[in-house]
């Protein structure tokens, strides 16, 4: 089994900056992509930003330019570095990954708990 914890959120100001910690334990072997979603009350989860192996990244237009995701690959994590926020930004955050488990089974869309982000104006 296949395990993410996240870490990092909390209540910041408008304008302000956090920094969310995701990491993932168990079962696995290799990560081929984590990523960050987020869900804002009465809405659907929606791509906040995503990394592959690779470096490979993508972003949410709400957050390009604002957000930086990056992993370290060999410690299996991955890191979202949030600034300028908006209220809007506001929600839950969940950490999601791919990979590969020691048995070389594919692990596809495992999920965090999620870790509040609240942002005031």
């Known amino acids: 089994q296949v395990q993410l914890v996240e870490s990092g959120g909390g209540l910041v100001q408008a304008g302000g900056s956090l920094r969310l910690s995701c990491a993932a334990s168990?079962?696995?072997?290799?990560?081929?992509?984590m990523g960050w979603y987020r869900q804002a009350s009465g809405n659907e989860r929606e791509l906040v930003a995503r990394?592959?192996?690779?470096?490979?990244?993508n972003y949410a237009d709400s957050v390009n330019g604002r957000f930086t995701i990056s992993s370290d690959n060999a410690k299996k994590m991955v890191y979202l570095q949030m600034n300028s926020l908006k209220p809007e930004d506001t929600g839950v955050y969940y950490c999601?990954?791919?990979?590969?488990?020691?048995?070389?089974?594919?692990?596809?869309?495992?999920w965090g708990q999620g870790t509040q982000v609240t942002v005031s104006s």
């Open positions: 990394i592959t192996s690779s470096g490979s990244t």
């Open positions: 999601n990954a791919d990979g590969l488990t020691r048995d070389w089974d594919l692990v596809r869309n495992v």
């Open positions: 168990g079962n696995i072997f290799r990560i081929n992509a």
